[in-house]
């Protein structure tokens, strides 16, 4: 029933947005900016030819930035959560470079990690791990004292407060967080994409631009798009499972 | 339950002093030297206003706080949580939000890596006595006060542990509520015949549960130990 529900609004909400575009396509009536008809055409065309490693090396890369930053931004947050002393060396570090626009730091990422795979994955990386990080602090730290006290008493170890409690209770903000970041890290790759690679995303569909090659361009866009969506719609399903007991 | 009465043991809270450090100069001495017995296989009441450190105690025995000095010893040796099976009951039941009724009271079983399959049939059991069988699947804040205290009394008696400590376990709940779960309490009390620390600030709860009463005052330390013989005495309330 739910997801007959979700499933409508979004199916809607599509074909609005479709109907607007062909609104507007009709109006201007100029090449940049064409029917959604001939661009579903042009996609269905060259999707699995020349689409879908582009779209796979983006997924690649957002993929591997995000498993890095959970592993070291995860452990990092807890260590600040639960210990005080922790918290005191890192937080001033944490807070002086959380501010500093990720995206400028890219020269000398390139410079540093080369301008192929590695700096990409580590820009991902970069914009992801200071939420999760503070997230998961934030998190460890907003959990009440008693709530260990049952586990405590029956000489509970870290493992099981972990497993326990530590787990699912900073999982929501966990959560939110790296959706929150998805955003930019989506947006910052297709920055990224635009240098020394022939694959991902952004370079597809700049080099359609280049090409003047619209119904391309559009449909590198239309990919993205949808790339985004789903990464946004695996956090959400994972959270409504994870975090039942919250509703 | 499963009744081993060499495992019941007394428990002996000898010279506890327990002080709260308010910043880096002054501390404030929330116990002043409490003695005190419990005999295996009774209830103790712990009775006083708020602010007396009742809860202070309680916690020093279930081993959350340090004692300044003194020490707690249950048949001579000092309390730990490995050789001793202790059940604590905090005053907001204590379950994990995030876990199922059933998923809650098996957490002692999963700590102490006992067999969760026993266990579980175990709990069926008392799910059925305390009546909130078909409840199993549902996560605490889906569940009534009541309910909730339920789910923590089974978690508490599962674990038969030798040592049971409750922290006003009872107060959250309407008048009505109250009545009833002491009457819970009192049934699986008398199967079980735990050592029961219970701390109370309802006069009627410490007169109708506890073998002993524990008479304190603010200051932290013990007014008057009585012998209680309106235990389990219903006209007590």
Redesign the interface.
């Known amino acids: 029933m739910h997801w007959k529900k979700l499933l409508t609004t979004y199916l809607l909400g599509a074909a609005f947005l479709l109907i607007l575009w062909q609104i507007i396509a009709f109006i201007a009536s100029i090449p940049i900016i064409p029917q959604p008809s001939r661009v579903f055409t042009r996609l269905a065309r060259i999707f699995t030819s020349s689409i879908a490693i582009h779209a796979a090396y983006s997924l690649w890369r957002i993929a591997a930035g995000l498993v890095l930053a959970v592993a070291i931004g995860y452990p990092l947050g807890l260590a600040m959560g639960y210990s005080r002393c922790a918290d005191r060396l890192l937080s001033p570090m944490v807070y002086l470079t959380y501010p500093v626009p990720k995206i400028a730091l890219l020269p000398i990422l390139m410079l540093l990690a080369g301008v192929g795979e590695l700096s990409k994955i580590l820009m991902i990386f970069l914009i992801i791990v200071f939420q999760v990080v503070i997230a998961v602090r934030d998190a460890i730290r907003a959990i009440p004292e008693?709530?260990f006290?049952?586990?405590?008493?029956?000489?509970?170890g870290f493992p099981?407060m972990l497993r326990?409690?530590i787990l699912?209770?900073t999982l929501p903000k966990f959560l939110t967080a790296v959706r929150v970041a998805m955003a930019t890290a989506i947006s910052v790759l297709f920055f990224t994409e635009t240098f020394g690679t022939q694959y991902g995303m952004g370079y597809f569909i700049m080099d359609a631009w280049l090409r003047v090659n619209y119904l391309d361009m559009y449909a590198g866009i239309l990919v993205l798009s949808v790339l985004g969506l789903a990464l946004f719609t695996v956090i959400d399903t994972t959270e409504r499972a994870a975090?039942?007991?919250?509703r | 339950m499963q009744m081993n009465s060499s495992r019941r043991q007394s428990l002996i809270i000898q010279d506890i002093t327990v002080t709260y450090s308010q910043n880096e100069h002054a501390s404030f001495e929330a116990l002043h030297h409490i003695r005190l017995t419990v005999p295996k296989g009774t209830v103790c009441a712990v009775l006083g206003p708020s602010g007396c450190g009742k809860s202070t105690l309680i916690k020093t025995v279930a081993g959350l706080l340090h004692p300044a000095s003194g020490t707690v010893t249950m048949d001579g040796a000092p309390l730990d949580p490995h050789r001793v099976t202790i059940g604590f009951m905090p005053q907001n039941y204590g379950l994990l939000p995030w876990r199922t009724a059933l998923s809650n009271v098996l957490l002692g079983p999963r700590i102490r890596k006992q067999d969760v399959q026993a266990a579980r049939a175990r709990a069926g059991e008392l799910f059925t006595q305390l009546g909130i069988a078909g409840l199993e699947g549902r996560f605490p804040k889906e569940l009534s006060g009541g309910q909730q205290q339920r789910v923590a009394l089974a978690r508490a008696f599962l674990l038969a542990p030798d040592l049971l400590l409750m922290d006003e376990p009872f107060s959250a709940l309407d008048a009505i509520t109250r009545e009833e779960m002491q009457d819970v309490f009192l049934t699986l009390w008398r199967e079980a015949q735990t050592t029961t620390v219970l701390v109370t600030h309802y006069v009627e709860e410490a007169l109708y549960l506890g073998r002993t009463i524990v008479l304190m005052r603010a200051g932290g330390t013990i007014a008057e130990t009585i012998d209680n013989p309106l235990f389990g005495k219903k006209s007590a309330r």
Do not use: D, N, S, Y
């Not at chain 1, 006290?149 to 509970?156: D, K």
């Not at chain 1, 975090?243 to 919250?246: E, G, L, Y």
């Open positions: 008693e709530t006290f049952p586990l405590r008493v029956l000489g509970a099981a326990e409690v699912p209770a975090c039942r007991w919250q």
